[in-house]
Every structure is written in structure tokens, then in C-alpha cells.
Nanobody, 118 residues
Framework: QVQLVESGGGLVQAGGSLKLSCAAS????????MEWYRQAPGKQRDLVAG???????NYADSVKGRFAISRDNAKNTVYLEMNSLKPDDTAVYYC????????????WGQGTQVTVSS
């Protein structure tokens, strides 16, 4: 069973930066997408950033120009670099890795808390 372990969350002042990491316990074969989601208290879990196996990225409008998703295949790790953080970015951040083919498998991390103070 593959486990995803997130790290890098914490408390930061508005305008600051954090870099989240999501490391897989072993190599995942046939990755389709690698994504970061976030969930603020009382709100639904929303997609923040996505990265396809082909290298295409997509971002929520609220984070465009501030966040960047990347991967290191050798380390089985996906990153989310977050700059110019705002209090509205406060949430638990989750990574998800989805595979191609049948059956399609989705792996989720346990989440890491990001708190941005004003």
C-alpha cells in the first residue's frame, strides 16, 4: 500500500512563503495526475493546483501567480511552493496522486496545516 506523507506546513505571516512536500512511500506506476487540495474549516475541499504526467499544470484562480506545483520523480515527491500568502490561504492542504488505467487508484495524504496570520 502506498502512503503519501505531507510536510512543510506551519504558521506564517501574510506575505510570507511556504513550500509543501508530498512524498510517496514507493514509486507509483502510471501516474495520471498529481494534485494539491485544501480545506478550510466549514468549507469543502477544493483543488488548488494540478500537474499531469505530461507536465501540464492548472491552478485555482485564487492562487495563480503565487503558487507553483512541481515534482521530483527521483524522490517520488510533489511540491507546492506558496508565495505571497494571504490569510485566506489558511487551510489544511492535501496531496492526491491518481493513476491511469483500470482500476484507477487515488492516493491521498493525511494533510498538513497552513495558517497565515494577518
Amino acid at each position: 500500500q502506498v502512503q503519501l506523507v505531507e510536510s512543510g506546513g506551519g504558521l506564517v505571516q501574510a506575505g510570507g512563503s511556504l513550500k509543501l512536500s508530498c512524498a510517496a512511500s514507493r514509486t507509483i506506476v502510471s501516474i495520471n495526475t498529481m494534485e494539491w487540495y485544501r480545506q478550510a474549516p466549514g468549507k469543502q475541499r477544493d483543488l488548488v493546483a494540478g500537474l499531469t504526467s505530461g507536465g501540464s499544470t492548472n491552478y485555482a484562480d485564487s492562487v495563480k501567480g503565487r503558487f507553483a506545483i512541481s515534482r521530483d520523480n527521483a524522490k517520488n515527491t510533489v511540491y507546492l511552493e506558496m508565495n505571497s500568502l494571504k490569510p485566506d490561504d489558511t487551510a489544511v492542504y492535501y496531496c492526491k496522486i491518481s493513476t491511469r488505467g483500470f482500476p484507477r487508484i487515488e492516493y491521498w495524504g493525511q494533510g498538513t496545516q497552513v495558517t497565515v496570520s494577518s
